[in-house]
């Protein structure tokens, strides 16, 4: 297994700005997770994108993937105070190879 | 609705104890982990299972074990607490190896005095 790595490490922002944090790692992937962690709790997904997709969206959020340079970033736009949170990217690739989650982006949204 | 959860949420317990974790799902998933969260060392992988009676390491096996004699439990046992385990634990589960969503629970906040 090898290590997604979020960055930045930390963004603060204020409410109503958009938010984009990356992951990058090392190693081919079949697709690629984001998931969010508020202070406290378990780890919640929020979205799948898969190798052969380049973006995604669902509500608030859009997911791109570059599997040429082994990246994706996710934006959330129109930040709440709500979102504020940790992310962590998590992706699967052949031969039941998986990352392993980083140490997420701790998001803080400023009211 | 189908769920996830952890036993006991808080556990403080003593240097050189066994204790085991509970985790329990509801989803009839074949696959389910453990993991732990420190400061500055996010989530690590402490052990893995594709189904009953399959368990695997992860990369921070060493002083725990898990057992899978059913589908929806994967009790995680501290053989001899040491500090170093300190930490707050996670179980989650998913449904396929192919990198399917994994479903957390809440989490249990184990102190080791």
């Known amino acids: 297994s090898q290590q997604g790595e979020e960055d930045p490490q930390a963004l603060s922002i204020q409410e109503g700005e958009n938010a984009t944090m990356n992951c990058s790692y090392k190693?081919?992937?079949?697709?690629l997770q984001w998931y969010r962690q508020n202070s406290g709790r378990g780890l919640v997904h929020l979205i799948l994108i898969r190798s052969n997709e380049r973006e995604k969206h669902s509500g608030r959020l859009r997911v791109t993937l570059d599997t040429s340079k082994k990246s994706s970033s996710l934006l959330i736009t129109a930040s709440r105070a709500a979102d504020t949170a940790s992310y962590f990217c998590w992706g699967s690739g052949g031969s039941n190879y998986k990352l392993t989650f980083g140490k997420g982006t701790l998001l803080t949204v400023n009211p | 609705d189908a769920e996830i959860t952890q036993s006991p949420r808080h556990k403080i317990t003593e240097t050189g104890r066994q204790v085991t974790l509970a985790c329990h799902q509801t989803w009839n998933h074949n696959n389910m982990f453990w993991y732990r969260q420190d400061l500055g060392h996010g989530l690590r992988l402490i052990h893995y299972s594709y189904g009953v009676q399959d368990t695997n390491k992860g990369e921070v096996s060493d002083g725990y074990s898990v057992s899978r004699s059913n589908t929806e439990d994967l009790p995680l046992t501290l053989e001899s607490a040491a500090s170093s385990q300190t930490s707050v634990y996670f179980c989650a589960s998913s449904r396929n190896q192919g990198g399917d969503t994994q479903y957390f629970g809440p989490g249990t906040r184990l102190t080791v005095l």
């Open positions: 190693t081919s992937i079949n697709n």
